[in-house]
């Protein structure tokens, strides 16, 4: 499928380009690398308890499974995505000062429902921007995606740090303060004119893509993903608090999870180096088996007498159980996806782990008021289903790849 052709301004390029993305993903993840770690801790220091906190998490995640691909594709049709990009920052920053309302159960799941719908398109839109930018102009995406992650692991370290000093009462200023600044990067973000191509997770590429992929491998790979993807749902939802419960503190806390990222971002640089040359189902499986391992070791940390340290230990496992099964989904499409359905392939994928993730996320809540820190165990047979389905898209794999080209530049 051929591109429209490139207008005379669409082929000047803006000044500073590498650096304004780099400012708008640096912005983008600060309110994220807060909002994971230490939103439920907030929610349990208002009084929610543990099947209201995953009710909470949950309903906003089956909410923008369907409206982020209708919104990218809205920003697909402006006359340009970054105007669309700045107005749902500015919505975000308005809707989380609900958080600063009296906390009532209806009025935070309220707020959260609402924030879910503008917030979750901000990084599939600067993606699209930052690759227009590869496209046309031959930049470097992870040079600027990269500041996405520093900026993640510094929210991770330094919202930790402060919470220690403040409670978690800081949470909604810091990620009302982290979304102001997005808005400040947004309103500098290069003008790229209309879209050559759909947004990532456009409802429009999926509509017209979605049939042609819908063969059995992809399916199986892709569920198979979401699943395993799913069984970590137990802990981005209540660790902090399982950790907050056995005595660790705020500043620890965050250190623990930007271990994690730093592990993870050891696995994208080194992963070439390593894996090269293994399959991508055998990479999947690794993953899954990985999930495994962190499920099972998880409750056994501390009535072991391993302390923080063996927290640390199997936060490192976050490079085998997320790092891998990110690159490993992606290693799938670039190799059996054509170029120019891309695009749908992101969005069925990022519906299935939405729609899963979301599921076992609401039934955490149950698990952890009952078993506590046991209920890691739970995630083990998700990690397995999950682990069956990459077995039956082995089983059903094409014979060699059937990717378009992918010599972007990264």
């Given at each position: 499928?051929?591109?429209?052709?490139?207008?005379?301004?669409?082929?000047?390029?803006?000044?500073?380009?590498?650096?304004?993305?780099?400012?708008?993903?640096?912005?983008?993840?600060?309110?994220?690398?807060?909002?994971?770690?230490?939103?439920?801790?907030?929610?349990?220091?208002?009084?929610?308890?543990?099947?209201?906190?995953?009710?909470?998490?949950?309903?906003?995640?089956?909410?923008?499974?369907?409206?982020?691909?209708?919104?990218?594709?809205?920003?697909?049709?402006?006359k340009d995505r970054a105007n669309v990009y700045i107005a749902l920052v500015a919505a975000t920053m308005i809707i989380s000062a609900g958080y600063f309302l009296p906390?009532?159960?209806?009025?935070?799941?309220?707020?959260?429902?609402?924030?879910?719908?503008?917030?979750?398109?901000?990084?599939?839109?600067?993606?699209?921007?930052?690759?227009?930018?590869?496209?046309?102009?031959?930049?470097?995406?992870?040079?600027?995606?990269?500041?996405?992650?520093?900026?993640?692991?510094?929210?991770?370290?330094?919202?930790?740090?402060?919470?220690?000093?403040?409670?978690?009462?800081?949470?909604?200023?810091?990620?009302?303060?982290?979304?102001?600044?997005?808005?400040?990067?947004?309103?500098?973000?290069?003008?790229?004119?209309?879209?050559?191509?759909?947004?990532?997770?456009?409802?429009?590429?999926?509509?017209?893509?979605?049939?042609?992929?819908?063969?059995?491998?992809?399916?199986?790979?892709?569920?198979?993903?979401?699943?395993?993807?799913?069984?970590?749902?137990?802990?981005?939802?209540?660790?902090?608090?399982?950790?907050?419960?056995?005595?660790?503190?705020?500043?620890?806390?965050?250190?623990?999870?930007?271990?994690?990222?730093?592990?993870?971002?050891?696995?994208?640089?080194?992963?070439?180096?390593?894996?090269?040359?293994?399959?991508?189902?055998?990479?999947?499986?690794?993953?899954?088996?990985?999930?495994?391992?962190?499920?099972?070791?998880f409750p056994l940390v501390w009535p072991l007498g391993l302390g923080v340290a063996g927290f640390f230990g199997v936060q490192t496992l976050h490079s085998v159980s997320?790092?891998?099964?990110?690159?490993?989904?992606?290693?799938?499409?670039?190799?059996?996806?054509?170029?120019?359905?891309?695009?749908?392939?992101?969005?069925?994928?990022?519906?299935?782990?939405?729609?899963?993730?979301?599921?076992?996320?609401?039934?955490?809540?149950?698990?952890y008021d009952r078993l506590g820190v046991d209920g890691f165990l739970a995630m083990i047979p998700i990690a397995i289903a999950g682990l069956v389905l990459i077995g039956?898209?082995?089983?059903?794999?094409?014979?060699?790849?059937?990717?378009?080209?992918?010599?972007?530049?990264?």
């Open positions: 499928m051929s591109l429209p052709p490139l207008s005379p301004e669409q082929l000047v390029k803006p000044s500073h380009f590498e650096l304004r993305m780099s400012l708008i993903f640096a912005t983008l993840f600060v309110s994220q690398g807060t909002h994971l770690p230490y939103f439920p801790l907030w929610l349990e220091a208002k009084g929610f308890h543990a099947e209201q906190i995953a009710v909470i998490l949950a309903a906003p995640m089956f909410l923008r499974v369907v409206t982020t691909p209708m919104l990218t594709a809205l920003a697909d049709r402006a906390a009532t159960y209806v009025g935070v799941l309220a707020v959260s429902l609402l924030l879910s719908i503008p917030w979750t398109p901000h990084s599939p839109m600067a993606d699209s921007l930052a690759l227009s930018g590869v496209r046309r102009f031959g930049s470097n995406y992870t040079a600027m995606r990269k500041w996405g992650s520093i900026s993640y692991f510094c929210a991770n370290v330094v919202g930790g740090f402060i919470l220690a000093a403040t409670g978690p009462q800081a949470v909604p200023v810091i990620i009302f303060v982290a979304l102001a600044a997005a808005l400040v990067a947004g309103l500098w973000a290069p003008r790229m004119g209309r879209p050559r191509k759909a947004s990532p997770l456009s409802a429009t590429d999926i509509q017209h893509s979605a049939p042609s992929l819908l063969n059995a491998y992809f399916l199986y790979f892709t569920l198979g993903v979401g699943i395993i993807t799913a069984s970590h749902a137990f802990l981005y939802g209540f660790v902090s608090i399982y950790w907050k419960s056995i005595g660790i503190g705020d500043s620890v806390v965050g250190l623990l999870w930007a271990w994690g990222v730093i592990s993870e971002v050891c696995m994208f640089l080194f992963f070439n180096r390593i894996f090269a040359s293994v399959s991508v189902v055998r990479v999947m499986v690794i993953a899954g088996m990985g999930s495994i391992v962190r499920w099972i070791a997320v790092a891998m099964v990110l690159i490993g989904l992606q290693k799938m499409i670039g190799e059996t996806v054509s170029e120019e359905r891309t695009g749908a392939a992101q969005g069925i994928a990022y519906f299935f782990n939405g729609f899963f993730m979301a599921a076992v996320t609401l039934a955490s809540g149950p698990l039956l898209a082995a089983r059903s794999a094409p014979q060699r790849p059937v990717g378009g080209d992918t010599s972007d530049p990264w």
